[in-house]
């Protein structure tokens, strides 16, 4: 690299912001125009590159650092979750990775508490039936919903995301039950007046189950038709944190049998596609993966990973490194 100026490939469209700050740094590859590149054709241009910056729709292992090459220095996924990129294989090779937690924190709880109240107050369905043009009047058995206030919300997953929904949840009346792999420190549960609770209790217990933990191997189908079977007849399930995490055909058979009362859900396990059992039912609510799909967020998103490349690339500690 001495006396060249870095590579920096950037696999998808970022904002403005973020492509000016990488300039800085080195010379940056973007795909013009924007379009989803294959895996063979990311190889290829990732090579030679001494930085990366990537989005959950690429994944970032072994084949991708080798076919980078040993000069690759950092892959900076604009995501917090960082299931498309194998961390050990890249530490091995001595690639540091980053994510952009903190950012997308309101964002993201924005849109799972929009999701619940989509689902249980049935906007989406409202809406369908004055787009179909359907008749309708006002009266008073009319499209009735679920009221939240007084509910409990069960949060999977009390990190960053989870905190920020339950605080939401706080303000429209709920009360909070968590459950996850550890418990939140006490002045977390005090804060948000949150009890934690064993999952299968949690499950039993919540009118709405929200999912806020990370995509990993121990996560993957964490619910599944035993989980849906064990939940309320009358309760919803949010998932806005990634598909996987739940049995998708599962969940279109619950929700078709009444087994559970209705879903909202910004992520799909197998993106873009969803369950085409899902798509006919009106008790769910859906989003394309919009959980972080502001303007704002998006800027601080990207801005964050660029400097995290900047920082890799001067040797310094990037802001927010992912610890294998
Ligand atoms: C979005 O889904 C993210 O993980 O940031």
Request: charged share 20%; with cysteine.
């Amino acid at each position: 690299m001495t006396g060249t100026r870095p590579r920096i490939v950037v696999s998808r469209w970022i904002p403005d912001d973020a492509v000016a700050l990488l300039r800085e740094a080195g010379d940056v590859w973007l795909p013009q125009p924007d379009r989803a590149l294959p895996a063979a054709e990311l190889h290829e241009v990732v090579a030679g590159a001494d930085a990366a910056v990537v989005t959950l729709s690429e994944h970032a292992g072994a084949a991708f650092a080798d076919a980078a090459g040993p000069q690759l220095k950092v892959v900076a996924n604009v995501a917090v979750g960082y299931d498309n990129i194998d961390v050990p294989a890249l530490a091995e090779r001595g690639i540091t990775v980053t994510n952009t937690p903190g950012v997308l924190t309101d964002a993201t709880a924005d849109i799972a508490f929009g999701l619940l109240l989509s689902v249980t107050r049935r906007l989406g369905e409202g809406e369908r039936l004055l787009r179909s043009r359907t008749p309708w009047s006002f009266h008073l058995g009319f499209m009735l919903g679920s009221g939240v206030q007084g509910k409990t919300l069960g949060i999977v997953g009390l990190g960053q995301i989870g905190r920020a929904m339950a605080t939401r949840a706080r303000a429209f009346g709920m009360s909070i039950v968590y459950t996850g792999r550890r418990r939140a420190p006490a002045e977390v549960e005090a804060d948000l007046d949150a009890t934690y609770l064993p999952q299968d209790e949690l499950l039993a217990t919540a009118d709405v189950v929200s999912l806020h933990c990370p995509l990993t191997s121990e996560t993957r189908h964490l619910i599944d038709a035993e989980a849906l079977a064990a939940m309320k007849p009358t309760a919803f399930l949010v998932n806005t944190t990634r598909g996987p995490v739940v049995d998708e055909a599962a969940l279109a058979e619950a929700l078709r049998e009444g087994t559970i009362a209705g879903a909202g859900l910004d992520v799909f396990e197998h993106e873009p596609d969803v369950h085409p059992g899902l798509l006919d039912l009106d008790n769910v609510a859906m989003a394309p993966h919009l959980g972080s799909a502001t303007v704002e967020t998006r800027t601080a998103m990207a801005t964050l990973a660029a400097r995290n490349v900047l920082a890799v690339l001067a040797g310094e500690t990037p802001l927010t490194e992912v610890t294998p």
